[in-house]
C-alpha cells in the first residue's frame, strides 16, 4: 500500500526546529514511496477544543479532512515543562477513533532529549487506540543545528525514522484495515462503522 502519512508541527516559534525536521522527515518519507501532508499548526490555527461548540470552523474541517486521509502521523513538539506544546495537545483533544490502528513516529525539539514529552503523546495516543514507534527522535538546537542547517547526524537519525515508519507503517496499517472488514474477535473490528 502507499502510506500517506500526515506530519503535525506544534510549535509557534518562526523557523522551529521541531517543524524543520519534521519536514524533512517528510520529504525523506516520500522517497520511500510515502504520500505526506504537513499540517503546520502555526499556519493552521485550530480554536481551543470545546466538546460543547459547534465545530464547523474552515480549520477545524481541514484538519478533520487531514487526519481522516491519513494512514500514519508524525507527531513533532517543542518541549514545554516537561511536555508538549499546547498546541499539539489541543490538536490531539479534538481526536479518538479517528487515531485508531494508525502509526505514529515522534519528534521533541529539547535541550533534555524530550523524553517525558515524547512519553505524554504517546499515553494519548494509546488512549486512543493508536501504534508508536518505540522510539523517537530528538533534537537539541544547540548541536544538530549549524547555522541554521540541520547536521549530518540529525539526518540520520531522521532517516532511520522516516523508513521506519514508512515499513511499519504500512504493515500494521494494512492488517488494521483487513481485520476492519473480517468477523474475526479483532479491536480493529470495532471500527468498522467509524471508517
Ligand atoms: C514555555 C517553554 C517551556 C520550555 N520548557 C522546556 C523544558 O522543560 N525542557 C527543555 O529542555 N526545554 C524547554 N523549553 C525550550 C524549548 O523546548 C526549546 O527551545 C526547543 O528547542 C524549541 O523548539 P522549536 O524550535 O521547535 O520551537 C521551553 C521553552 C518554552 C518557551
Not at 11 to 36: D, M, P, Q, V
Not at 85 to 112: Q, V
Not at 179 to 191: C, E, H, I, K, L
Amino acid at each position: 500500500m502507499t502510506l500517506r502519512i500526515l506530519g503535525i508541527g506544534s510549535s509557534l516559534r518562526n523557523n522551529a526546529s521541531s517543524t524543520i525536521a519534521l519536514s524533512a522527515t517528510l520529504e525523506i518519507a516520500r522517497k520511500h514511496g510515502a504520500e505526506t501532508r504537513l499540517l503546520d499548526l502555526k499556519q493552521t490555527r485550530l480554536p481551543l477544543y470545546d466538546p460543547t461548540e459547534n465545530q464547523s470552523a474552515f480549520e477545524i474541517k481541514k484538519v478533520k479532512d487531514d487526519v481522516a486521509w491519513s494512514d500514519a502521523l508524525i507527531l513533532s513538539t517543542p518541549d514545554y515543562h516537561g511536555s508538549m506544546s499546547g498546541a499539539m495537545k489541543n490538536f490531539l483533544d479534538y481526536f479518538w477513533a479517528e487515531f485508531a490502528g494508525k502509526t505514529f513516529g515522534y519528534i521533541c525539539a529539547s535541550h533534555e532529549k524530550g523524553l517525558t514529552a515524547m512519553d505524554q503523546m504517546r499515553t494519548a495516543v494509546r488512549q486512543c487506540y493508536g501504534w508508536s514507534m518505540p522510539y523517537g527522535v530528538s533534537i537539541s538546537d544547540s548541536d544538530d543545528f549549524t547555522d541554521g542547517k540541520m547536521t549530518s547526524k540529525l539526518e540520520y537519525r531522521l532517516e532511520m525514522l522516516a523508513r521506519d515508519l514508512v515499513v511499519y507503517g504500512a504493515i500494521l496499517r494494512q492488517q488494521f484495515v483487513n481485520d476492519m472488514g473480517s468477523s474475526d474477535n479483532t479491536f480493529a473490528s470495532r471500527y468498522k462503522k467509524q471508517s
